[in-house]
């Protein structure tokens, strides 16, 4: 059955074995509002019917079972329901032996209403006590779960220091029995309690009625609590917790974070922690009051970007926002400490607590600053290497390679995977070049200064190349600790330097053939003058005239080629099309068509002396291509400007036109071509070639190239040498040969790609 509240009607279990008076008292009682009453006469069937109703009332008398013993059955199955006698047998042994069995209350029956009255109020006041009972067991049951289940243990003691209540957690703790701990005086149980800050704050809070909280250690149970105490009026309700693990953890937490800030403030390094709007310090080691100038309270108290130089600050709170994110993240900012401010490298990570809710942010800042300088200077010195072109190595005190640049790699056809660890001299020279090394770090260790060597380099390929090295030590306070070196492929100049031994030869030899050539028409020039004196005759000046030609031709030609020889330093990118048509305008060329065969390349040269090979040729091409008379005529019929009939054809393609030699004289069609050559390495190359006789049978054409030497009649024997020194000034390789038209052809192939402009 539900619990009944004050507010519930009072349900009566009427047991007489009378029904007549039965019926009386149901009349009687159910005069009364909230009293509701069941009739039993069987007091056996009635203990069948104890769990719908709030009190039993019972006649004494009754056949088989009587009221007392009816009250015991009751007790046994009911312990705390109400039960009153209302018998008409009112003596005083009745009376006692009822109390004694736990009668709730007794009323004798009689005649009057008023012994309704009172047994109703004896009812009433029996159920409400009852009831009230009910609800304080209820309480006092779930109180007492609820101490069961806690995991403090509660204990109570009575004023008398008594325990009167020990949850199961308490008695775990105090070693005590739950059972046998009820009544025990607390310093009976513990005597080591006496003296003990325990009893100094248990006492207080008896004495005072005020509640205390302490935490301390007792020693007996090796166990340190946390108590609260709070007094009542029968005592102190005291709760214990067991935080001896929780003081041990404190304990080493705090040993930790000691050990920790002494960590922290041994680093070389910043470290910092930030709130969660990432505006505020929060945690700091020494090295961030150190590098700012900043006490602790005024980090504190400061914006965290105002740390910063204002040029950094936006960056900065970007970086912060990021981590606020959940991003990790590392950036750099300057510290404004004032004239340099040092260069700090940050990695900052978002912070999260046990719920994973963002707490702020920490993270590290490392000095840089020189760090960055150092790259920065590094980047420049490895930009500039690079840009010298030259291979540049390292090695370290033992001859290993420690470092090659791309250029190493292009020459010696080893990458660098297997030249860095490798030993140079082994790798790279012969037994030779071996001790030309040993004596140029020798001699670099002995005068503190740069030593040159030349050696011959061998490749990957087993190919042997001249080359220079200039060879350092580097720097060091103490014990060798290796070399660097800048090797040159010294080839080029090798052949140069052997061209230009031959051309000063050769400009020796026909020295004295210069000489003889100008003595001829100087000779006659002298003698036709002479005669012209002695005999008047101006036809006399006119031969000496075309000697004093030829003279003046002679010492151009000898000049020009004088100044061919000088090697080109600083070639220009150029347009080959353009100097070639720039070179055929100045030309004296007579009726020749010039064809541009294609597209021509640019070309890395001098485009002043390059207008000067295209001339000699241009020229070489004319003087030999037409007959001496045709070509004369011509002269003399020809504008001062020189280009009367000239032409340019930049699109024609090339259409091979054979001619009989007896044509030759009368030709009007004359060409001169100009094309690239075809190449494999990207090197540009090109031809220029005619459509003449071509050379006689006879002559090698690679002589054609050697001073004096020309198979006109008019012809000074220089424009060729002239062509051929202003091509090996630019370090390039030209061949005579014949076209496929039969006339003469130059091919020319260059050192190097044109440079960008």
């Keep these: 059955m539900n619990p009944i509240t004050e507010d519930d009607d009072i349900h009566v279990l009427h047991v007489d074995d009378d029904p007549a008076f039965g019926d009386l008292v149901a009349t009687f009682l159910g005069r009364h509002d909230g009293v509701v009453v069941h009739r039993e006469t069987d007091p056996t069937a009635a203990l069948d019917r104890l769990d719908a109703v709030d009190c039993v009332v019972s006649d004494y008398d009754m056949p088989d079972l009587d ?44 005649g009057g209403s008023e012994r309704y009255e009172l047994l109703v109020n004896r009812i009433r006041t029996v159920v409400s006590e009852a009831r009230a009972t009910r609800r304080a067991q209820r309480v006092t049951d779930q109180l007492q779960n609820v101490y069961e289940r806690t995991t403090d243990g509660v204990v109570a003691l ?114 910092y922690v930030l709130d969660d ?99 920065a200077h590094l980047e420049r010195v490895e930009t500039i290497i690079e840009a010298l072109g030259d291979p540049v190595y390292t090695t370290g005190n033992g001859g290993e390679l420690t470092y090659v640049n791309d250029a190493f790699v292009d020459l010696t056809g080893y990458d660098a995977d297997t030249a860095l660890g490798s030993h140079a001299a082994e790798l790279l020279k012969d037994e030779t070049g071996h001790e030309a090394v040993r004596d140029a770090i020798r001699r670099a260790y002995r005068e503190d200064a740069p030593a040159r060597l030349e050696f011959d380099l061998y490749t990957a390929d087993g190919e042997a190349v001249p080359c220079e090295d200039n060879l350092s030590l580097l720097p060091t306070d103490g014990p060798f600790r290796g070399t660097a070196g800048v090797i040159r492929d010294v080839s080029r100049r090798h052949e140069r330097e052997a061209t230009l031994r031959r051309q000063r030869d050769q400009l020796d030899e026909f020295a004295a053939v210069v000489s003889h050539d100008l003595q001829n028409p100087l000779s006659v020039a002298l003698g036709h003058v002479q005669l012209a004196r002695e005999t008047a005759s101006t036809d006399r000046l006119d031969a000496a005239e075309d000697a004093l030609e030829r003279m003046d031709r002679l010492v151009d030609d000898l000049l020009e080629l004088a100044r061919t020889g000088a090697v080109v330093d600083d070639p220009q990118p150029v347009s080959l099309a353009d100097v070639v048509v720039d070179a055929w305008a100045v030309t004296d060329t007579a009726d020749a068509t010039l064809t541009l065969d294609g597209d021509l390349p640019r070309v890395s040269a001098d485009p002043s002396r390059l207008g000067g090979l295209f001339e000699n040729l241009f020229r070489n091409a004319v003087e030999h291509g037409l007959t001496a008379t045709r070509e004369s005529t011509e002269r003399e019929s020809r504008p001062p400007n020189g280009r009367a009939g000239a032409s340019v054809d930049r699109t024609a393609e090339h259409h091979s036109t054979e001619l009989a030699d007896d044509d030759l004289s009368n030709r009007t069609d004359f060409e001169v071509r100009v094309g690239a050559l075809p190449t494999d390495d990207g090197t540009p190359g090109f031809f220029v070639e005619d459509d003449g006789p071509g050379f006689d049978a006879d002559i090698d054409p690679q002589t054609l190239f050697d001073p004096g030497v020309s198979t006109a009649p008019d012809g000074t024997g220089y424009g060729l040498a002239i062509v051929h020194d202003i091509a090996v000034a630019h370090d390039w390789h030209v061949d005579a040969t014949t076209a496929s038209t039969g006339g003469a052809r130059f091919e020319f192939r260059t050192a190097h790609p044109a440079r960008p402009d």
């Excluded at 109400?82 to 004798?108: D, M």
């Excluded at 009625?209 to 301390?216: K, L, N, Q, T, Y």
């Excluded at 214990?240 to 953890?249: F, G, H, K, W």
């Excluded at 719920?355 to 300088?373: H, M």
Aim: glycine content about 8%.
């Design 277 to 375: 709007s990432g505006e505020r310090l929060v945690r700091w080691n020494d090295g961030l009051n150190e590098v700012t100038g900043r006490s602790d309270a005024e980090l504190s108290t400061v914006a965290v970007t105002e740390l910063f130089v204002p040029a950094d600050r936006e960056a900065v709170a970007q970086t912060i926002e990021r981590v606020l994110g959940g991003t990790e993240t590392t950036g750099a900012a300057r510290f404004d400490t004032g004239d340099e401010p040092p260069v700090y490298e940050f990695r900052t990570v978002p912070l999260y607590d046990e719920n994973d809710v963002l707490v702020g942010a920490c993270g590290i800042g490392r000095d840089v600053t020189v760090q960055r300088s150092r790259a």
């Design 158 to 271: 009575d004023r008398d220091w008594r325990y009167t209540y020990v949850n199961a957690r308490a008695a775990e703790v105090l070693d005590l029995d739950q059972t046998t701990a009820r009544g025990t005086d607390v310093w009976t149980a513990f005597p080591a309690l006496v003296g003990s800050v325990f009893e100094t704050e248990l006492r207080r809070a008896m004495e005072t009625g005020e509640s205390v909280s302490f935490d301390a250690y007792f020693e007996p149970l090796e166990t340190h609590f946390d108590v609260r105490a709070f007094p009542g009026e029968d005592g102190l309700s005291i709760y214990l917790s067991d935080v001896t693990d929780e003081q041990y953890a404190r304990r080493q937490l705090a040993s930790e974070r000691r050990l920790l800030d002494a960590a922290l403030d041994a680093l070389d390094d910043v470290f």
């Design 67 to 110: 009221g007392l013993e009816l009250l015991q059955r009751v007790r046994a199955r009911r312990s705390d329901l109400p039960f009153v006698l209302f018998t008409g047998k009112g003596n005083e042994e009745i009376a006692s032996e009822a109390i004694a069995a736990g009668v709730s209350g007794y009323v004798q029956k009689g």
